[in-house]
């Protein structure tokens, strides 16, 4: 195991007041990737992570575009002799709020209650930038590896610029380690490295039954309305114990940890009369096997629905995938399933929004070795476990492709309680401290383990 340097806890500790400044300077920019937006603060935000980078020892971090998405900061820092090159992802913008009255405080004014920093974007991820700021800030901007950064601006929404970004910019971002900050801990005072994710693919079904909106008592009862009939396809997704009924996509069982019922319910804040869906233990449900879950629907609001039966309604479907499965064959798996099951002769129409490729790796080798002694030292002796994630993220597929040699650390900063993509995100305070010194206590690491290989 390598050991820390003796000051670096110290160092860490003295600079967490300006980085939890910086962090909340951050949450501030109400930074939204989503169309409709106003996309001003977005470039702030970029503009202020640039500004923060080349504080911290990267003096040509920069904003850069390509292909009209939004503003990425890029940035690096070459090596010192023999040593590795570590790459640093996070990502700026954010979830729109929702409905701000359900927040308890204002979504854009981060406040602390509790030990913990409230705000959109306090833990997703604005705090991922800030623990790689905070990683270069411990040495002084004069880190022991090589150090390139690639923080895009539209992770949230489409990622649709991620790929050609960084195709451009092969070359300057190349590394032997890449750190993806954007993933969770198991629990608070637990840390945790993700090894596998699920993939995703969002489509769009549409269901028509008549060509125009006719009288709901004149022809109800013989005609069929698209709602309905929208209601009664959705259903045939699950059979009566909730597992998925669509024939063909991969099921896996890989997890190791137990995740008891009891922690489930409350960190899904579920209602004490709600039963859990599917059957198998809960983190195989989580991360090895596919699920669905229906998003959205254009249909006539109930305050504004006229006595009418709907000739047309549509539904967001979002999937996710299994380790091990292809996202367009799982894709093609879904339609054909929604297609063969039209209720009432309706016309059925499925259309791909979006898919990204499950991940999942072996966490074994010498970076491996380095983040977990990191962690276990930050963490004051406890030991990271390996989890999966139920979400998916873009840019490791990318990454994988693009840096097949390279390991990827999958870590983060937020836990059970963070909210992500809900009302009330926020981000453990004390957590956060030990992801932060735990980056750096890496960088250290990776130095003496990959130096000279």
């Known amino acids: ?102 927040w308890d405080t204002p979504p854009f004014e981060p406040t ?74 198991w629990a608070v005072g637990q840390p945790a490295l993700t090894t596998s994710l699920r993939g995703a693919v969002s489509a769009v079904v549409e269901v028509r039954t008549a060509t125009h909106a006719v009288h709901s008592g004149i022809y109800g009862g013989a005609a069929p309305d698209a709602l309905t009939a929208l209601c009664r396809l959705l259903a045939t997704l699950h059979d009566a114990a909730g597992d998925l009924a669509v024939e063909g996509l991969t099921r896996a069982s890989r997890s190791a940890i137990d995740y008891p019922e009891h922690r489930f319910r409350s960190d899904a804040g579920l209602l004490d009369s709600v039963s859990l869906i599917g059957t198998g233990p809960i983190a195989d449900r989580l991360w090895a096997r596919p699920s669905i879950a229906v998003l959205g629907l254009d249909a006539p609001s109930v305050a504004n629905a006229p006595n009418a039966l709907t000739p047309v309604a549509r539904a967001r479907i979002s999937m996710r995938l299994a380790p091990g499965d292809e996202a367009m064959r799982a894709f093609g798996n879904l339609r ?10 309706a016309e059925v129409t499925v259309t791909h929004r979006a898919s990204g490729q499950p991940w999942a790796v072996d966490a074994i080798g010498p970076a491996f070795t380095a983040a977990r002694a990191a962690f276990t030292a930050a963490w004051d002796g406890v030991a990271p476990v390996d989890v999966g994630m139920g979400g998916s993220i873009p840019v490791v597929e990318v990454l994988t492709k693009l840096y097949p040699e390279a390991t990827l650390l999958v870590t983060g900063v937020e836990d059970p309680d963070s909210r992500a993509h809900g009302t009330n995100e926020s981000l453990h305070l004390g957590d956060f401290h030990r992801v932060c010194l735990a980056e750096a206590l890496l960088l250290e690491n990776l130095a003496a383990t990959l130096s000279g290989r």
């Not at 920069?62 to 790459?87: F, K, N, Q, S, Y």
Request: net charge negative; no cysteine.
């Open 336 to 345: 054909d399933h929604l297609l063969r099951h039209a209720p009432w002769g």
């Open 1 to 102: 195991m390598v050991l820390a340097m003796p000051n670096l806890p110290d160092r860490m500790a003295a600079l967490m007041p300006g980085i939890l400044a910086d962090l909340e300077a951050l949450v501030r920019i109400p930074g939204i990737a989503f169309d409709g937006y106003d996309f001003e603060p977005l470039e702030r935000s970029a503009q202020a992570v640039a500004g923060l980078f080349r504080g911290a020892g990267l003096s040509n971090a920069r904003v850069e575009r390509i292909d009209g998405g939004h503003l990425a900061v890029i940035g690096h820092r070459a090596a010192p002799a023999g040593a590795p090159t570590v790459l640093f992802y996070a990502h700026h913008d954010v979830q729109p709020v929702g409905d701000p009255s359900l």
């Open 112 to 185: 602390e209650r509790h030990g913990r920093l409230f705000g959109r974007g306090a833990a997703d991820d604005k705090a991922g930038v800030m623990a790689h700021v905070a990683a270069l800030r411990a040495f002084d901007g004069d880190p022991p590896v090589g150090v390139a950064v690639f923080v895009e601006g539209e992770e949230e929404f489409s990622t649709r610029s991620l790929e050609p970004l960084l195709h451009k910019h092969r070359r300057e971002l190349a590394a032997d380690v890449v750190v993806v900050a954007d993933s969770a801990n």
